[in-house]
C-alpha cells in the first residue's frame, strides 16, 4: 500500500499525463505538450499544500510549532519576558484572589438546605422611623398558627451562658431556638439527636442541649458517649443530647451550644405580650413569593393592632431574606473591589501591551519576509496570538501562585467580617475564570502588535534591511516604497499568497 503522499504525487503525474497526451494528440510535439499540460495543471506546490493544510490534525501540528516559536522569542528576551509576566502576574492574582472572595460570599448558596425561601422575621415599630425591636412570644404564637405562606416557623435568639463546673468558669455564645430551627436549615446531627417538640412546650422545664462540634472536641475531647452527660451553664445542669455537624454554628454565627427556646424566660415572659426582642426563622412555601408573605404578615398585624392596642399599636412584621440578614452590606464594597482590581488588571494588561507595540517595530522586517516568502494574514496572526498566549500563560500560572497566598492575606487584612461559612479557595469556578480572563488578555495582547505591524510600510522595513545588507537604496520590484506588501495591509483577506511555504509555517 502507497503511502498518502506518494499516492497523491503519482494522482497529480497522471493528470499532467492525460493533460499531455490530449495536447500529442492535437499535433503538439512532446517536449511543448508536456511543458502546456504542467501549465494548464497549475501549482503543484500549492495543491500539496492546500491538502496538507486539510489534514485533520495540522492545525494541531501548526499550534505546537508557534507555541515552540514563542517559547524562543521570550528565551531571547529573558528582560522583557520576566517584566510582562511580573506585570501580568500582578494583576491576573489580585483579580483572581478578589473573585475568589466574590465567589465564596456572593456567588455560592449559602450552607443550608433551599436557602432561597429561608426569611427571617422581625417585629418593628412604625413611628416616625420604622425600628426593628423582635418578637414578642404571643405575636411569634400567632404568626406561626394563622400564616398561609410558610412551611415551618420557628424562634431563635442570641445568649450568652456562664459555663460553670470546670476551672476556670468561663462565658461562651449560644442560642435559644424552637425545635423546628434545625430542620428548617436542613442541619443533622453528627451525634445523638436534636430538640424534640415536647421539650420546648414549658418554660424552664426541660433542660437539655446540644453542643456545637468545636466545643465538643475542645471540652470533651470528641468522646463519642457524650449524650447523657451533663453541662453546667449558669449555674444549672443541662442534659446533652446531641452535638451539631462540624462548621455549623447558627445563625448568629458564634454558637456553641443551644438549649430549647423555652429555656429562655420564666412565664411571664412568654405570656407577656409586649416583651420583644428574638426573632424568627420560616421557610416560604413553594411558588409564594416574599412579596405576597409580607402582604399577608402586614394584614395579620393590623389583625393584632386592633384586638391588642395596647400592646400592637403601630407594631409590623419585617421580612428579610436570609441571605441579606447573613451577608448585610457585604456585596457592594467587594463588587467595588472587584471593579477596582479589574481596573489594576486593564493596566497591567495595557503596559504590557506598549511593550509589545514597542517590540513590534523590530520584527516588520521578520514579518515582512514571512509575508514576501508566501505566509498568510491568518498565519501570522495565529502566530503572534501563540506568542501573547505563551507570555500570558506564564503570568497567569504566577498570578495563581500569588493568589493562593494573597487570599488568606486578604481574609486576614480585611475590614469586613467575613461569615464563617465563606472559605474563599482556588477551585474549579475560580480556576476557569482566571482561564476566561487571560483568554481575553492574550487575545488583545495579540491582536494589538499584529494591528500596528499589518498597518506599517512593510516596502520601507524591507528597503532598509537590502540597504544594509547590499549597500544599494534601491527597493525590491514587487513592493512600491510608503506602500504594505503587494499594496495592501498584510491582514487584509486578499494578501493571502496562493501557497504557503514550509519555512514560512516554522
Not at 540597504?467 to 520590484?477: E, K, L, N
Request: hydrophobic residues 45%.
Amino acid at each position: 500500500m502507497l503511502h498518502p503522499d506518494r499516492e497523491f504525487d503519482d494522482e497529480i503525474q497522471t493528470h499532467i499525463r492525460l493533460l499531455a497526451e490530449r495536447y500529442r494528440t492535437q499535433g503538439v510535439p512532446p517536449d511543448e505538450a508536456w511543458s502546456a499540460a504542467r501549465r494548464q495543471f497549475g501549482n503543484c506546490t500549492a495543491l500539496k499544500e492546500v491538502r496538507y493544510e486539510m489534514q485533520p490534525l495540522v492545525w494541531l501540528e501548526t499550534l505546537l510549532q508557534d507555541l515552540r516559536y514563542g517559547i524562543r522569542v521570550l528565551a531571547k528576551n529573558r528582560g522583557f519576558a520576566l517584566v510582562a509576566i511580573l506585570t501580568l502576574a500582578l494583576g491576573i492574582g489580585a483579580n483572581t484572589a478578589i473573585f475568589s472572595v466574590v465567589d465564596a460570599a456572593i456567588l455560592r448558596p449559602l450552607p443550608y438546605r433551599d436557602p432561597g425561601r429561608l426569611v427571617v422575621l422581625w417585629g418593628n415599630v412604625k413611628r416616625i422611623r420604622v425600628e426593628r425591636r423582635g418578637a414578642s412570644y404571643p405575636d411569634y404564637r400567632d404568626w406561626r398558627d394563622q400564616n398561609l405562606s410558610f412551611q415551618t416557623m420557628a424562634a431563635f435568639d442570641d445568649n450568652q451562658f456562664a459555663l460553670t463546673g470546670i476551672v476556670p468558669p468561663e462565658r461562651i455564645a449560644g442560642e435559644c431556638v424552637s425545635p423546628a430551627y434545625f430542620s428548617l436549615l436542613g442541619v443533622r446531627p453528627v451525634v445523638g439527636r436534636f430538640f424534640l417538640p415536647e421539650e420546648d412546650l414549658v418554660p424552664q422545664r426541660d433542660a437539655v442541649a446540644v453542643l456545637s462540634d468545636g466545643a465538643w472536641k475542645r471540652r470533651f475531647g470528641g468522646d463519642p458517649a457524650i449524650v447523657g452527660r451533663t453541662l453546667q451553664l449558669d449555674g444549672r445542669n443541662y442534659n446533652i443530647v446531641g452535638v451539631a455537624p462540624p462548621g455549623f454554628q447558627g445563625l448568629t454565627d458564634q454558637a456553641e451550644v443551644w438549649v430549647p427556646f423555652q429555656m429562655a424566660g420564666d412565664p411571664e415572659f412568654f405570656n407577656n405580650r409586649g416583651t420583644r426582642g428574638f426573632r424568627a426563622l420560616a421557610r416560604l412555601k413553594p411558588g409564594v413569593p416574599l412579596s405576597q408573605a409580607q402582604a399577608e404578615m402586614d394584614a395579620l398585624s393590623i389583625r393584632l393592632a386592633r384586638a391588642y392596642p395596647d400592646t400592637n399599636e403601630a407594631r409590623g412584621v419585617e421580612l428579610s431574606p436570609l441571605e441579606q440578614e447573613i451577608f448585610g452590606d457585604l456585596r457592594q464594597p467587594l463588587l467595588i473591589l472587584l471593579a477596582a482590581v479589574g481596573f489594576v488588571l486593564l493596566i497591567s494588561s495595557t503596559n504590557v501591551a506598549n511593550l509589545l507595540l514597542a517590540r513590534s517595530d523590530a520584527r516588520r522586517h521578520e514579518v515582512a519576509m514571512r509575508i514576501a516568502l508566501g505566509a498568510g494574514s491568518g498565519r501570522i496572526l495565529r502566530q503572534l496570538l501563540a506568542e501573547s498566549a505563551v507570555l500570558v500563560g506564564c503570568g497567569c500560572a504566577a498570578g495563581l501562585a500569588l493568589a493562593r497566598y494573597g487570599i488568606q492575606a486578604l481574609m486576614a487584612a480585611s475590614p469586613l467580617r467575613f461569615p464563617s461559612t465563606v472559605h474563599p479557595a482556588i477551585d474549579t469556578g475560580v480556576v476557569l475564570f482566571t482561564m476566561l480572563v487571560c483568554g481575553a488578555v492574550a487575545l488583545a495582547l495579540g491582536v494589538a502588535p499584529a494591528i500596528q505591524i499589518g498597518c506599517a510600510s512593510f516596502a520601507e522595513a524591507l528597503k532598509q534591511s537590502g540597504a544594509r545588507s547590499t549597500g544599494s537604496r534601491r527597493a525590491p520590484r514587487f513592493v512600491r516604497a510608503g506602500r504594505p506588501v503587494f499594496g495592501m495591509p498584510w491582514w487584509s483577506p486578499k494578501s493571502r499568497s496562493p501557497c504557503c511555504c514550509s519555512s514560512a509555517r516554522a
